[in-house]
C-alpha cells in the first residue's frame, strides 16, 4: 500500500506539463485496452462464423438453398459469408440477363473482391491506433522525463548546496513518465502485432474461399 501511495504522490507532486503528458499515456493505455477487448471478441467471433459456414457450404447443401437460408442475416454476415453472398447475389442477377459466360464470372469475381476488401477493412479496424499509441508512446514518456529532469536540474541552481536527496525526488517523478509510456506501448504493439498475423491469417482463408467458390460458380454457368 505504502509503494502504490508513494507512486501516487510521485505523480501528483510533478509539474502540471509531466502531469499532462502522464494523463495522455493514461487515456491511451485505456483506449488501448478497449480496442483490444473489441477487437479479440471480433476475431473470436469471426472464427465461429467460418468454422459454421465452412461445415454448412461443404456439406453438399444446394447453393440457392444456402443463400435463402441466409436471408434473413444478410445484413450481419462476415468473412466466408458475405463473400458468398456478394458473388451468389451477382450470380443469379446476371443469369437472370443472360449474359455472356465470361462477363458473368468477371461480375461475380468483382462483386466477391469488393465483399472482401470490406471485411479486411473490418479486420483491421482500431490496428493504425494500436500502432500509433505502440510507436509514440515510449517518446510521449520520455519527453515527459526530459522535461522532470530539466526541471529538477534548473531546480538545483536555486540552492546553496546540491545533494542526491535534493534531486532525486523531480527525476523519480520525471521517470514515472517513462514507465507509463512503456506500460501503454508494450500491450498496444504485442496487441498490434498479434491481430495483424489474424488479419493476414483470416484474409488468405476468404481469399481461399474466392477461389474455390468462382471454381464452383465457372463449372455451373459452363454446365447450361
Given amino acids: ?6 507512486i501516487w504522490q510521485l505523480v501528483s507532486q510533478a509539474s502540471l506539463f509531466v502531469q499532462a503528458i502522464m494523463l495522455i499515456l493514461l487515456l491511451a493505455s485505456v483506449v488501448s485496452w478497449y480496442l483490444i477487448a473489441q477487437r479479440v471478441m471480433y476475431f473470436n467471433l469471426a472464427d465461429r462464423e467460418m468454422r459454421r459456414f465452412e461445415s454448412r ?7 440457392n438453398t444456402m443463400y435463402n437460408e441466409g436471408s434473413d442475416t ?18 443469379t442477377r446476371l443469369a437472370k440477363k ?18 472482401l476488401s470490406r471485411e479486411e477493412e473490418d479486420m483491421e479496424h ?29 531546480g538545483l ?3 546553496q548546496q546540491a545533494t542526491l536527496a535534493t534531486v532525486a525526488p523531480g527525476i523519480s517523478e520525471a521517470l514515472v513518465a517513462t514507465a507509463m509510456g512503456l506500460i501503454a506501448a508494450i500491450p ?24 474455390e467458390f468462382s471454381s464452383i460458380l465457372h463449372r455451373q454457368v459452363h454446365s447450361r
Fill in 157 to 159: 541552481g536555486q540552492v
Fill in 188 to 211: 498496444a504493439v504485442v496487441s498490434f502485432n498479434r491481430f495483424s498475423s489474424k488479419v493476414d491469417s483470416y484474409a488468405g482463408k476468404y481469399e481461399t474461399f474466392m477461389e
Fill in 57 to 63: 457450404f461443404w456439406s453438399g447443401v444446394d447453393l
Fill in 1 to 6: 500500500m505504502g509503494h502504490e501511495l508513494s
Fill in 98 to 115: 443472360r449474359i455472356d459466360n465470361d462477363a458473368m464470372m468477371e461480375g461475380c469475381q468483382r462483386a466477391m473482391r469488393v465483399a
Fill in 126 to 154: 482500431s490496428l493504425p491506433f494500436l500502432a500509433t499509441v505502440g510507436s509514440t508512446s515510449p517518446y510521449i514518456g520520455l519527453l515527459g522525463t526530459v522535461w522532470g529532469i530539466m526541471g529538477s536540474f534548473h
Fill in 74 to 91: 444478410a445484413q450481419s454476415a462476415m468473412g466466408m459469408e458475405s463473400v458468398f453472398r456478394a458473388g451468389f447475389k451477382e450470380f
